[in-house]
């Protein structure tokens, strides 16, 4: 794989001197994504599954090929993916259907301080609403989520466990399949949040085990506004819709009605018909760099990275071991958002905050991080940027020390 | 210059009243009228009081933690505004808004250390950190007359 030829796909990349490394946030578009977008608003523009004309058949199937892509790049059933607006949506779905529906008073649902808002927040409200035990792994020395300490949280009270398969702060990847084996031997249920995993690796849910696992689009090359729920079919039966309104109905009566089956019963109103298309588009252009690639590129890069990071005197890397392509540090007396000025100046894209993680933020005693996160597109150059915006943002404020 | 973007940026007064903040630390005392404000998104927490008597702010603290734009800001508003009638910091207010944004406003008007911040409409990701000291300020003058 050349990936100067691969940045040809990427009009941003192609037009500008930018080093973009804030992929954890959000990854850029290939062409083929915007021309997919394009094709269904140009050529067709119309809604899916109502109309009886051409136009609105080739967009039903358009529509639902994306769901066929996304089912075989997960190992699932087709009927197994539901559409959502993106991983968050995906997540609350389950905490608001399943959680609020199956959890009673004093029972135990396990998360970690690792986790994305997205992923332990719709826990800690269902937790609050029923007097639940939301309850939190110890991380290790290095925040790491292990076995060792998920087994001391493990109980019989355990109902749900909902943690990252990828951290979106500290890259570091949760050993999440036997979290899943050891959680069901105790009957409970796992929701996986693969916001990070599944841009960067192969995931296969039938492996896993998983009962859920969410993701979004706009992290894997395709557009905002679209992720996916993956449940294993005998739960999301089980499950009530927590929408509704059109198209998710089965038959409508004055005082009681009955829903489609899954998936169509969590998708009411008119889909992201476009973005669920574009998502399709984008499961495409990653199967074409293929996994293979992405792992060994991701790899090498982070590698360079530290090693190039761990030259300079004065910064805190917080997690030397990441598993992945993302770098949490700081700049010794120095606010990461002053540095970010900084680095914007030197037209590298990083992104200086929480994270959406302010419980690992404490954690690490810290108001914020710089974080650096790699994708395919990127080079040895970009971070030779990112390196030089790090010295010069520690020679610029050393002036006023 | 992307150099000269940042040094007008961080001007050295930005960077003395960070290391050194004026009036910082709150008072617990009557008389002052409080306003707590964050921004979420890069977590930024700061306190203002002040203290209004016969339409004129006699005494301002501030407190809180983010990054030397936010900060500094914070200390140069207090410096600023001290001995001012409400109606004088609110135009200052009006007009150090417009300044940091990159619009037109009134070079002549007395402002203080504020002007610095000129440098600012350059960066337009970091307005909020400019103003959320003077933002606090607005919501204090206009809270304190309803108390």
Same mark, same amino acid.
């Given at each position: 794989?050349?990936?100067?030829?691969?940045?040809?796909?990427?009009?941003?990349?192609?037009?500008?001197?930018?080093?973009?490394?804030?992929?954890?946030?959000?990854?850029?578009?290939?062409?083929?994504?915007?021309?997919?977008?394009?094709?269904? *608003?140009?050529?067709?523009?119309?809604?899916?599954?109502?109309?009886? &004309?051409?136009?609105?058949?080739?967009?039903?199937?358009?529509?639902?090929?994306?769901?066929?892509?996304?089912?075989?790049?997960?190992?699932?059933?087709?009927?197994?993916?539901?559409?959502?607006?993106?991983?968050?949506?995906?997540?609350?779905?389950?905490?608001?259907?399943?959680?609020?529906?199956?959890?009673?008073?004093? +029972?135990?649902?396990?998360?970690?301080?690792?986790?994305?808002?997205?992923?332990?927040?719709?826990?800690?409200?269902?937790?609050?609403?029923?007097?639940?035990?939301?309850? &939190?792994?110890?991380?290790?020395?290095?925040?790491?989520?292990?076995?060792?300490?998920?087994?001391?949280?493990?109980?019989?009270?355990?109902?749900?466990?909902?943690?990252? &398969?990828?951290?979106?702060?500290?890259?570091?990847?949760?050993?999440?399949?036997?979290?899943?084996?050891?959680?069901?031997?105790?009957?409970?249920?796992?929701?996986?949040?693969?916001?990070?995993?599944?841009?960067?690796?192969?995931?296969?849910?039938?492996?896993?085990?998983?009962?859920?696992?969410?993701?979004?689009?706009?992290?894997?090359?395709?557009?905002?506004?679209?992720?996916?729920?993956?449940?294993?079919?005998?739960?999301?039966?089980?499950?009530?819709?927590?929408?509704?309104?059109?198209?998710?109905?089965? *038959?409508?009566?004055?005082?009681?009605?009955?829903?489609?089956?899954?998936?169509?019963?969590?998708?009411?109103?008119?889909?992201?018909?476009?973005?669920?298309?574009?998502?399709?588009?984008?499961?495409?252009?990653?199967?074409?760099?293929?996994?293979?690639?992405?792992?060994?590129?991701?790899?090498?890069?982070?590698?360079?990275?530290?090693?190039?990071?761990?030259?300079?005197?004065?910064?805190?890397?917080?997690?030397?071991?990441?598993?992945?392509?993302?770098?949490?540090?700081?700049? =010794?007396?120095?606010?990461?958002?002053?540095?970010?000025?900084?680095?914007?100046?030197?037209?590298?894209?990083?992104?200086?905050?929480?994270?959406?993680?302010?419980?690992?933020?404490?954690?690490?005693?810290?108001?914020?991080?710089?974080?650096?996160?790699? *994708?395919?597109?990127?080079?040895?150059?970009?971070?030779?940027?990112?390196?030089?915006?790090?010295?010069?943002?520690?020679?610029?404020?050393?002036?006023?020390? | 210059?992307?150099?000269?973007?940042?040094?007008?940026?961080?001007?050295?007064?930005?960077?003395?009243?960070?290391?050194?903040?004026?009036?910082?630390?709150?008072?617990?005392?009557?008389?002052? &009228?409080?306003?707590?404000?964050?921004?979420?998104?890069?977590?930024?927490?700061?306190?203002?009081?002040?203290?209004?008597?016969?339409?004129?702010?006699?005494?301002?603290?501030?407190?809180?933690?983010?990054?030397?734009?936010?900060?500094?800001?914070?200390?140069?508003?207090?410096?600023?505004?001290?001995?001012?009638?409400?109606?004088?910091?609110?135009?200052?207010?009006?007009?150090?808004?417009?300044?940091?944004?990159?619009?037109?406003? +009134?070079? =002549?008007?007395?402002?203080?250390?504020?002007?610095?911040?000129?440098?600012?409409?350059?960066?337009?990701?970091?307005?909020?950190?400019?103003?959320?000291?003077?933002?606090?300020?607005?919501?204090?003058?206009?809270?304190?007359?309803?108390?």
């Amino acid at each position: 794989m050349d990936v100067n030829k691969i940045r040809q796909d990427f009009y941003v990349l192609a037009n500008n001197k930018l080093a973009y490394l804030d992929n954890a946030a959000s990854t850029l578009k290939p062409n083929s994504v915007i021309e997919a977008l394009n094709h269904y *608003y140009r050529d067709l523009g119309v809604n899916i599954h109502r109309g009886v &004309y051409r136009l609105s058949y080739e967009a039903t199937e358009l529509y639902e090929n994306a769901r066929q892509k996304v089912a075989s790049l997960l190992n699932c059933d087709f009927e197994e993916v539901i559409f959502t607006r993106g991983a968050s949506s995906a997540l609350n779905l389950v905490a608001s259907s399943l959680g609020l529906k199956e959890i009673k008073e004093n +029972d135990e649902i396990i998360t970690s301080e690792l986790e994305h808002h997205s992923s332990m927040l719709p826990w800690q409200n269902v937790a609050r609403i029923k007097k639940a035990k939301l309850i &939190y792994i110890p991380l290790n020395v290095e925040k790491k989520i292990t076995i060792e300490n998920f087994k001391k949280v493990l109980s019989d009270k355990t109902k749900i466990v909902a943690l990252n &398969y990828v951290s979106n702060a500290m890259g570091y990847v949760t050993p999440i399949k036997e979290i899943i084996k050891l959680a069901h031997e105790k009957g409970a249920k796992v929701i996986v949040d693969a916001a990070q995993a599944v841009p960067h690796m192969e995931v296969d849910v039938k492996d896993l085990g998983c009962d859920f696992l969410a993701f979004s689009g706009h992290k894997m090359c395709g557009p905002t506004g679209i992720g996916v729920l993956y449940g294993k079919y005998d739960l999301l039966q089980e499950m009530d819709p927590i929408e509704f309104g059109g198209d998710m109905i089965d *038959y409508v009566e004055l005082q009681k009605s009955t829903y489609k089956d899954a998936p169509y019963k969590f998708e009411t109103g008119t889909p992201l018909i476009a973005s669920a298309i574009g998502l399709g588009a984008a499961i495409d252009y990653i199967r074409s760099i293929g996994y293979d690639f992405i792992v060994k590129h991701e790899f090498k890069l982070r590698e360079y990275m530290l090693s190039k990071m761990k030259e300079i005197p004065g910064i805190t890397i917080y997690n030397p071991t990441t598993e992945t392509g993302i770098v949490s540090f700081n700049i =010794d007396g120095v606010h990461p958002h002053d540095a970010a000025s900084v680095f914007d100046e030197e037209n590298v894209a990083i992104r200086a905050g929480h994270h959406c993680a302010q419980p690992l933020m404490h954690n690490l005693n810290q108001v914020a991080t710089i974080r650096a996160s790699i *994708y395919f597109y990127n080079t040895k150059e970009d971070i030779d940027k990112l390196i030089k915006a790090i010295k010069k943002s520690i020679d610029f404020f050393k002036q006023f020390i | 210059m992307s150099s000269s973007n940042l040094e007008n940026l961080y001007r050295q007064v930005i960077m003395d009243h960070y290391k050194n903040p004026r009036n910082k630390g709150l008072k617990n005392e009557d008389g002052f &009228y409080k306003v707590h404000l964050k921004n979420p998104t890069c977590g930024d927490d700061l306190t203002i009081q002040i203290k209004v008597e016969d339409n004129k702010i006699t005494e301002v603290y501030h407190d809180g933690t983010g990054c030397s734009i936010s900060m500094s800001a914070a200390s140069v508003m207090s410096e600023t505004i001290i001995g001012l009638s409400v109606e004088e910091a609110k135009r200052i207010i009006d007009n150090y808004v417009h300044m940091v944004k990159g619009e037109d406003f +009134d070079s =002549d008007m007395f402002m203080g250390d504020a002007i610095v911040y000129h440098g600012v409409s350059q960066f337009p990701a970091r307005f909020k950190c400019a103003t959320i000291a003077w933002k606090a300020l607005d919501k204090a003058l206009t809270d304190y007359k309803k108390e």
